[in-house]
Structure formats: structure tokens, C-alpha cells
T-cell receptor
Framework: DAGVTQSPTHLIKTRGQHVTLRCSPI?????VSWYQQVLGQGPQFIFQ???????GRGNFPDRFSARQFPNYSSELNVNALLLGDSALYLC?????????????FGPGTRLTVT | DQQVKQNSPSLSVQEGRISILNCDYT??????FLWYKKYPAEGPTFLIS?????DKNEDGRFTVFLNKSAKHLSLHIVPSQPGDSAVYFC??????????????FGTGTRLTIIP
């Protein structure tokens, strides 16, 4: 079975631009969560979606938004990019059978803002 | 406010010996704890978890111990192998209290296994 997939792998954007990151969960998983990891830190929670509804939101500005589609894939959008948004963005999926807290991560998208 | 702490940034262990990674937490609402392993250029890989109703969980070479009174957990790897060299993250969740299953991570411990 395929794991969590994310696209693109790497991305370079300029300050003020907008970016869209994409994630496909493990087949059968209905929950997707997004995390931001900056160098030297652990991943920080951004959003969780379950059955296309927002289930949780972390302490990130409104420039960050997300949605989940009927096929359970998800997009993370970041507007008005700042240099500090440079990070590894991780998507994780989970299923009720194992507990939605047991999350399986994709390889991440490395975003660089210049 | 670091609710999950991994105070050792790095650890070196001889191959074949036991590796012990430690994690402390401050939020008494946490009731599930997980360990992840991360190689460079990859996402974190789930290793093992433990519920707060248990004090030990074992899976092959990996055992996690939970001491609720001390708000401390540890991951034991026995025997350590070269492929275990990676960054290990401790994470905590409290689905019954927060209404979501977000994970709160520590800052990680880099484990190096010396052949």
C-alpha cells in the first residue's frame, strides 16, 4: 500500500507570494493533519481535518488555510509568504481504527521563501 | 511554552548495547504518547505508542515506559543497530480533552549508533 504522498517535494517562492501544498493520505484514512517543522525543532501542528471538516487548528496566522476534498486528499495554502515561513511542511494521515492520534507522515514539502 | 521536552539533543551508543531516549512533559491532560524516528529528507516514521492507562508497551526491539507521576517517558532500543541512527521525536496527544488529535512534539534527540 502506498504511504502518504506530498507534492511538490521542494518549492522556492518570493516574499509576498502565495503557495499551495498538496497531500494524499493512505488509502482508507479519512483524517489529514498538517505540521510545520523548522530547523532544529519538532513539527508544529497547523490543522487537522476529518471527513472534510476542520477538527483542529494550531496557533498559526490566518494566512494559513487548508481544506480536505471528498477523496480525503488535502491542500494547505499560505498567503503573503514571509521569510519565516521557510520550513518543511509535513502532512500526516490517520484512521479511526487505530486512533486518529496515531499519525503517519509523508516525506514533506521543503518550502524556501526568499 | 515547551510542553514536551527532550533534554538530550544527541546520544551515542555502541552497536549491540541498549539505547535509552528520554522525554518529559508538563501537560497532565496528555493521555497518549508516541515515538517517531526521522531520517534526513524523510518524514517521521511511527515507531511505538503508549496510552496513559499503561506503564509499558513493547514491540520487538522497542519498549516505551511511562511514569505518569513523574510525567516522564523513555524509549529503550535493544540491541541497538546501525540502522537505528536517526533523530527520535517524542510526541503527545490528548484527544479526549482537546477534541482533536493534534500531536505536540519534543525537539528531538539525534541517536548515533557506533559500529
Amino acid at each position: 500500500d502506498a504511504g502518504v504522498t506530498q507534492s511538490p517535494t521542494h518549492l522556492i517562492k518570493t516574499r509576498g507570494q502565495h503557495v499551495t501544498l498538496r497531500c494524499s493520505p493512505i488509502s482508507g484514512h479519512k483524517s489529514v493533519s498538517w505540521y510545520q517543522q523548522v530547523l532544529g525543532q519538532g513539527p508544529q501542528f497547523i490543522f487537522q481535518y476529518y471527513e472534510k471538516e476542520e477538527r483542529g487548528r494550531g496557533n498559526f496566522p490566518d494566512r494559513f488555510s487548508a481544506r480536505q476534498f471528498p477523496n480525503y486528499s488535502s491542500e494547505l495554502n499560505v498567503n503573503a509568504l514571509l521569510l519565516g515561513d521557510s520550513a518543511l511542511y509535513l502532512c500526516a494521515s490517520s484512521t479511526e481504527d487505530r486512533g486518529l492520534y496515531e499519525q503517519y507522515f509523508g516525506p514533506g514539502t521543503r518550502l524556501t521563501v526568499t | 511554552d515547551q510542553q514536551v521536552k527532550q533534554n538530550s539533543p544527541s546520544l551515542s551508543v555502541q552497536e549491540g548495547r541498549i539505547s535509552i531516549l528520554n522525554c518529559d512533559y508538563t501537560n497532565s491532560m496528555f493521555d497518549y504518547f508516541l515515538w517517531y524516528k526521522k531520517y534526513p529528507a524523510e518524514g517521521p516514521t511511527f515507531l511505538i505508542s503508549i496510552s496513559s492507562i499503561k506503564d509499558k508497551n513493547e514491540d520487538g526491539r522497542f519498549t516505551v515506559f511511562l511514569n505518569k507521576s513523574a510525567k516522564h517517558l523513555s524509549l529503550h532500543i535493544v540491541p541497538s543497530q546501525p540502522g537505528d541512527s536517526a533523530v527520535y521525536f517524542c510526541a503527545a496527544s490528548s484527544p479526549h480533552n482537546f477534541g482533536n488529535e493534534k500531536l505536540t512534539f519534543g525537539t528531538g534527540t539525534r541517536l548515533t549508533i557506533i559500529p
